[in-house]
């Protein structure tokens, strides 16, 4: 069946990049997103991508996706405290799977 | 404007009590979802629904009944709730214009529920 792995933990400086690394299996995916879920909330979509795109940015998001590997991943740039969350990858082929999520911690 | 609105946000329970879940959305969305968060598992789907009256099994329907009575309201029902069934809920809802189109997905904040 589909499957969608993300990296448990990632810890940056305030000021850094972050980057998110997620893959999949599912060839058919249409559809990759990438979610936030800030503490005691529910997730929020941040940015999705197309599959006949290799990369999109949106302010300090950049998403590449390499699908020959099935490969996400979600670049922060300047990142800041306001970033810490836990940030899910889903792909979305027949049906929508979501990764267990990155929990990402900014230190200042 | 509310979005999805999930009622009660904590709950504690008793094994063998049973209780529903409320989730309502103002957005007109024929799609709405159940799922529960558990530690390292990310979102799992219980049930969901493609529209009024309808329902259909997600990846962990066992032990949840739900029902679409409104097309804003999705309710999710635990008959005789174990341990097990403690968790995060989420209720979600999109609008899906076609099977190949984008599927955004809204959420509510979520329900937390402790069976002892």
């Known amino acids: 069946g589909e499957d969608v792995e993300q990296s448990l933990f990632l810890s940056v400086r305030e000021g850094d990049s972050s980057v998110i690394n997620c893959t999949y299996t599912d060839s058919s995916s249409t559809y990759l997103y990438w979610y936030k879920q800030e503490p005691g909330a529910g997730l929020q979509l941040l940015t999705y991508?197309?599959?006949?795109?290799d990369m999109k940015q949106d302010q300090r998001l950049t998403v590449l996706l390499n699908k020959k590997d099935k490969h996400l991943s979600l670049r922060i740039a300047d990142t800041q405290t306001g970033d810490s969350a836990i940030y899910f990858c889903a792909e979305h082929g027949n049906k929508l799977v979501f990764g267990a999520g990155t929990i990402l911690r900014v230190k200042s | 404007n509310a979005g999805v609105t999930q009622t009660p946000k904590f709950r504690v329970l008793k094994t063998g009590q049973s209780m529903t879940l409320l989730c309502a959305q103002d957005m007109n969305h024929e799609y709405m979802y159940w799922y529960r968060q558990d530690p390292g598992m990310g979102l799992r789907l219980i049930h969901y629904?493609?529209?009024?009256?309808?329902?259909a099994k997600g990846e962990v329907p066992d032990g949840y009944n739900v029902s679409r009575l409104k097309k804003q309201n999705f309710l999710l029902g635990l008959e005789s709730a174990a341990p097990s069934q403690t968790s995060v809920y989420f209720c979600a809802s999109s609008y899906i214009r076609s099977p190949l189109a984008k599927n955004i997905q809204y959420f509510g904040a979520g329900t937390r529920l402790s069976v002892l």
């Open positions: 991508i197309f599959s006949n795109m």
């Open positions: 629904s493609v529209g009024e009256g309808t329902t």
